[in-house]
T-cell receptor
Framework: EAQVTQNPRYLITVTGKKLTVTCSQN?????MSWYRQDPGLGLRQIYY???????DKGDVPEGYKVSRKEKRNFPLILESPSPNQTSLYFC?????????????FGPGTRLTVT | AQKVTQAQTEISVVEKEDVTLDCVYE???????LFWYKQPPSGELVFLIR??????QNEISGRYSWNFQKSTSSFNFTITASQVVDSAVYFC?????????????FGTGTRLQVTL
Protein backbone atom coordinates (compact mmCIF):
# COMPACT_ATOMS: atom_id res chain seq x y z
CA GLU A 1 0.00 0.00 0.00
CA ALA A 2 1.31 3.41 -0.99
CA GLN A 3 1.73 5.46 2.13
CA VAL A 4 3.67 7.87 4.28
CA THR A 5 4.46 6.55 7.72
CA GLN A 6 5.53 8.46 10.80
CA ASN A 7 6.83 7.26 14.13
CA PRO A 8 6.06 7.69 16.87
CA ARG A 9 2.42 8.72 16.62
CA TYR A 10 2.40 10.15 20.12
CA LEU A 11 5.30 11.42 22.17
CA ILE A 12 5.55 13.13 25.51
CA THR A 13 9.00 14.40 26.42
CA VAL A 14 10.76 16.92 28.59
CA THR A 15 12.45 20.14 27.69
CA GLY A 16 15.93 19.67 26.27
CA LYS A 17 15.79 15.96 25.58
CA LYS A 18 16.74 15.36 21.95
CA LEU A 19 14.22 13.49 19.87
CA THR A 20 13.71 12.29 16.32
CA VAL A 21 10.46 11.76 14.49
CA THR A 22 10.88 9.42 11.56
CA CYS A 23 9.10 9.72 8.24
CA SER A 24 9.19 7.21 5.43
CA GLN A 25 7.40 6.96 2.09
CA ASN A 26 7.21 3.98 -0.24
CA UNK A 27 6.13 5.81 -3.37
CA UNK A 28 9.57 6.83 -4.66
CA UNK A 29 8.58 10.47 -4.25
CA UNK A 30 11.15 13.18 -4.84
CA UNK A 31 9.68 15.85 -2.61
CA MET A 32 9.20 15.54 1.13
CA SER A 33 8.20 18.09 3.70
CA TRP A 34 7.43 18.60 7.38
CA TYR A 35 4.58 20.70 8.73
CA ARG A 36 3.33 21.58 12.14
CA GLN A 37 -0.33 22.17 12.89
CA ASP A 38 -1.38 24.49 15.66
CA PRO A 39 -4.88 25.68 16.59
CA GLY A 40 -5.87 28.78 14.67
CA LEU A 41 -2.70 28.70 12.57
CA GLY A 42 -3.36 25.90 10.12
CA LEU A 43 -0.37 23.96 8.83
CA ARG A 44 2.96 25.67 8.54
CA GLN A 45 5.95 24.28 6.72
CA ILE A 46 9.06 23.56 8.76
CA TYR A 47 11.50 22.11 6.22
CA TYR A 48 11.31 20.53 2.83
CA UNK A 49 13.52 18.41 0.61
CA UNK A 50 13.52 18.28 -3.16
CA UNK A 51 15.74 15.22 -3.36
CA UNK A 52 18.45 13.29 -1.55
CA UNK A 53 20.86 15.63 0.21
CA UNK A 54 18.79 18.69 -0.82
CA UNK A 55 16.90 20.35 2.01
CA ASP A 56 15.73 23.87 2.69
CA LYS A 57 13.92 25.89 5.31
CA GLY A 58 10.21 26.45 5.30
CA ASP A 59 8.35 29.11 7.23
CA VAL A 60 9.12 27.97 10.79
CA PRO A 61 12.48 26.15 10.82
CA GLU A 62 13.84 27.42 14.14
CA GLY A 63 14.57 24.63 16.58
CA TYR A 64 14.38 21.86 14.00
CA LYS A 65 16.80 19.92 11.84
CA VAL A 66 16.23 17.49 9.01
CA SER A 67 18.27 15.21 6.82
CA ARG A 68 17.63 13.35 3.57
CA LYS A 69 20.24 10.64 3.18
CA GLU A 70 17.89 8.27 1.40
CA LYS A 71 15.04 9.09 -0.92
CA ARG A 72 12.42 7.35 1.19
CA ASN A 73 13.31 8.79 4.61
CA PHE A 74 13.09 12.32 5.96
CA PRO A 75 13.52 12.43 9.75
CA LEU A 76 12.71 15.53 11.82
CA ILE A 77 15.14 16.20 14.64
CA LEU A 78 14.53 18.38 17.67
CA GLU A 79 17.93 18.84 19.28
CA SER A 80 16.61 20.61 22.37
CA PRO A 81 12.83 20.59 22.44
CA SER A 82 10.97 23.38 24.17
CA PRO A 83 7.31 23.65 25.22
CA ASN A 84 6.52 25.91 22.25
CA GLN A 85 7.25 22.95 20.00
CA THR A 86 4.27 21.11 21.41
CA SER A 87 2.25 20.53 18.28
CA LEU A 88 0.85 18.08 15.77
CA TYR A 89 3.44 17.25 13.14
CA PHE A 90 2.82 15.98 9.65
CA CYS A 91 5.24 14.59 7.12
CA UNK A 92 4.23 14.78 3.47
CA UNK A 93 5.59 13.68 0.13
CA UNK A 94 4.83 14.31 -3.52
CA UNK A 95 5.94 12.74 -6.74
CA UNK A 96 7.58 15.85 -8.08
CA UNK A 97 8.71 19.25 -6.93
CA UNK A 98 6.35 21.28 -9.09
CA UNK A 99 3.40 23.19 -7.76
CA UNK A 100 0.85 20.91 -9.41
CA UNK A 101 1.70 17.83 -7.42
CA UNK A 102 -0.62 16.95 -4.57
CA UNK A 103 1.05 16.08 -1.32
CA UNK A 104 0.38 12.84 0.51
CA PHE A 105 0.40 13.17 4.26
CA GLY A 106 1.44 10.84 7.01
CA PRO A 107 -0.91 10.13 9.94
CA GLY A 108 0.63 12.79 12.15
CA THR A 109 2.73 12.80 15.32
CA ARG A 110 1.37 14.50 18.39
CA LEU A 111 4.27 15.87 20.41
CA THR A 112 4.01 17.27 23.91
CA VAL A 113 7.05 18.92 25.48
CA THR A 114 6.79 19.58 29.23
CA ALA B 1 4.16 36.16 -0.73
CA GLN B 2 1.16 33.91 -0.94
CA LYS B 3 -1.69 33.79 1.52
CA VAL B 4 -4.86 31.79 2.02
CA THR B 5 -7.71 33.07 4.15
CA GLN B 6 -10.51 30.94 5.53
CA ALA B 7 -12.55 33.46 7.44
CA GLN B 8 -15.02 30.92 8.83
CA THR B 9 -13.44 29.35 11.86
CA GLU B 10 -16.33 27.06 12.67
CA ILE B 11 -19.66 26.23 11.04
CA SER B 12 -22.48 24.17 12.49
CA VAL B 13 -25.28 22.80 10.36
CA VAL B 14 -28.03 20.26 10.70
CA GLU B 15 -27.82 17.18 8.55
CA LYS B 16 -29.16 17.62 5.00
CA GLU B 17 -28.44 21.32 4.97
CA ASP B 18 -26.17 22.69 2.26
CA VAL B 19 -23.03 24.44 3.45
CA THR B 20 -20.37 26.50 1.71
CA LEU B 21 -16.84 26.87 2.98
CA ASP B 22 -15.12 30.02 1.82
CA CYS B 23 -11.53 30.34 0.67
CA VAL B 24 -9.83 33.50 -0.53
CA TYR B 25 -6.24 33.51 -1.72
CA GLU B 26 -3.49 35.94 -2.62
CA UNK B 27 -0.59 35.31 -4.93
CA UNK B 28 1.46 37.21 -7.47
CA UNK B 29 2.06 34.14 -9.57
CA UNK B 30 0.04 33.65 -12.71
CA UNK B 31 0.40 29.89 -12.52
CA UNK B 32 -0.76 28.34 -9.29
CA UNK B 33 -2.80 25.47 -7.94
CA LEU B 34 -5.53 25.40 -5.36
CA PHE B 35 -6.32 22.45 -3.13
CA TRP B 36 -8.84 21.37 -0.56
CA TYR B 37 -7.95 18.86 2.14
CA LYS B 38 -10.21 17.26 4.72
CA GLN B 39 -9.09 16.42 8.25
CA PRO B 40 -11.64 14.14 9.94
CA PRO B 41 -11.64 13.65 13.72
CA SER B 42 -9.16 10.79 13.29
CA GLY B 43 -6.58 13.41 12.32
CA GLU B 44 -5.26 12.40 8.94
CA LEU B 45 -5.29 14.79 5.99
CA VAL B 46 -7.25 13.66 2.98
CA PHE B 47 -6.79 15.25 -0.43
CA LEU B 48 -10.09 16.32 -2.00
CA ILE B 49 -9.37 18.36 -5.10
CA ARG B 50 -6.75 20.28 -7.07
CA UNK B 51 -7.48 23.14 -9.46
CA UNK B 52 -5.02 25.03 -11.65
CA UNK B 53 -5.20 28.76 -12.21
CA UNK B 54 -6.11 28.41 -15.86
CA UNK B 55 -9.14 26.25 -15.32
CA UNK B 56 -12.09 28.14 -13.90
CA GLN B 57 -14.63 25.48 -14.59
CA ASN B 58 -16.60 24.50 -11.56
CA GLU B 59 -16.30 20.92 -10.48
CA ILE B 60 -18.80 18.56 -8.97
CA SER B 61 -18.08 15.26 -7.33
CA GLY B 62 -21.13 13.67 -5.79
CA ARG B 63 -22.33 15.97 -3.00
CA TYR B 64 -19.18 18.10 -3.24
CA SER B 65 -18.74 21.03 -5.58
CA TRP B 66 -16.12 23.70 -5.98
CA ASN B 67 -16.48 27.19 -7.35
CA PHE B 68 -13.28 28.83 -8.57
CA GLN B 69 -13.46 32.53 -9.42
CA LYS B 70 -10.22 34.28 -10.35
CA SER B 71 -11.96 37.65 -10.41
CA THR B 72 -12.53 37.44 -6.67
CA SER B 73 -9.55 35.16 -5.88
CA SER B 74 -11.86 32.65 -4.33
CA PHE B 75 -12.12 28.88 -4.36
CA ASN B 76 -15.21 27.97 -2.39
CA PHE B 77 -16.33 24.49 -1.45
CA THR B 78 -19.98 23.49 -1.14
CA ILE B 79 -21.33 20.34 0.43
CA THR B 80 -24.88 19.57 -0.62
CA ALA B 81 -27.16 17.67 1.73
CA SER B 82 -24.54 17.48 4.44
CA GLN B 83 -24.09 14.33 6.48
CA VAL B 84 -22.63 13.66 9.91
CA VAL B 85 -19.63 12.00 8.23
CA ASP B 86 -18.79 15.37 6.69
CA SER B 87 -17.86 16.67 10.13
CA ALA B 88 -14.19 17.59 9.87
CA VAL B 89 -11.76 20.44 9.56
CA TYR B 90 -11.37 21.54 5.96
CA PHE B 91 -8.24 23.24 4.71
CA CYS B 92 -7.84 25.28 1.56
CA UNK B 93 -4.28 25.51 0.23
CA UNK B 94 -2.38 27.29 -2.52
CA UNK B 95 0.69 26.03 -4.31
CA UNK B 96 2.94 28.08 -6.56
CA UNK B 97 6.50 27.75 -7.70
CA UNK B 98 8.63 30.18 -5.76
CA UNK B 99 12.36 30.34 -6.36
CA UNK B 100 13.74 26.84 -6.55
CA UNK B 101 10.75 24.91 -5.30
CA UNK B 102 7.02 24.96 -5.02
CA UNK B 103 5.43 26.06 -1.79
CA UNK B 104 2.14 24.89 -0.37
CA UNK B 105 0.46 27.46 1.84
CA PHE B 106 -2.51 26.45 3.96
CA GLY B 107 -5.37 28.46 5.32
CA THR B 108 -6.21 28.21 8.98
CA GLY B 109 -9.02 25.74 8.35
CA THR B 110 -12.78 25.68 8.87
CA ARG B 111 -14.24 23.25 11.35
CA LEU B 112 -17.56 21.87 10.10
CA GLN B 113 -19.89 20.26 12.58
CA VAL B 114 -22.88 18.41 11.14
CA THR B 115 -25.48 17.32 13.66
CA LEU B 116 -28.60 15.19 13.40
Amino acid sequence: EAQVTQNPRYLITVTGKKLTVTCSQNMNHEYMSWYRQDPGLGLRQIYYSMNVEVTDKGDVPEGYKVSRKEKRNFPLILESPSPNQTSLYFCASSLGTGASYEQYFGPGTRLTVT
Amino acid sequence: AQKVTQAQTEISVVEKEDVTLDCVYETRDTTYYLFWYKQPPSGELVFLIRRNSFDEQNEISGRYSWNFQKSTSSFNFTITASQVVDSAVYFCALSAHTGTASKLTFGTGTRLQVTL
